[in-house]
Nanobody, 117 residues
Framework: VQLVESGGGLVQAGGSLRLSCAAS????????IGWYRQAPGKQREWVAG?????STNYADSVKGRFTFSRDKNTMYLQMDSLKPEDTAVYYC??????????????WGQGTLVTVSS
């Protein structure tokens, strides 16, 4: 089972990108835990996720600019008003819910987002 991410790339400051994350080799249900990112020379940090009540939560650094959503077993991160400090490799993170991978936690391979000033 793999999580396939797409949508990264190079964009100018103020621009937008939409990241997607979908499971390959798995047709069961998922719990889309969230999105993380890792900038060069820095630790991986949480960006967005769902609360237990189903609403979305965001890191202060992206609040109001990023939108986390899902459509069945695909999750998305809409990124608007991008800033150079958003440059990072972005990772999706899910929990598989159905056998034979029930409760298996899976990370995406990462997609690079580069924001030029």
């Amino acid at each position: 089972v793999q999580l396939v991410e797409s949508g990264g790339g190079l964009v100018q400051a103020g621009g937008s990108l939409r990241l997607s994350c979908a499971a390959s080799g798995y047709t069961g249900s998922i719990n889309p835990i969230g999105w993380y990112r890792q900038a060069p020379g820095k630790q991986r940090e949480w960006v967005a996720g769902f609360t237990s009540g189903g609403s979305t939560n965001y890191a202060d650094s992206v609040k109001g600019r990023f939108t986390f959503s899902r459509d069945k077993n695909t999750m998305y991160l809409q990124m608007d008003s991008l800033k150079p400090e958003d440059t990072a490799v972005y990772y999706c993170y899910v929990l598989l819910l159905d056998p034979p991978y029930k409760y298996l936690e899976v990370w995406g391979q990462g997609t690079l987002v580069t924001v030029s000033s």
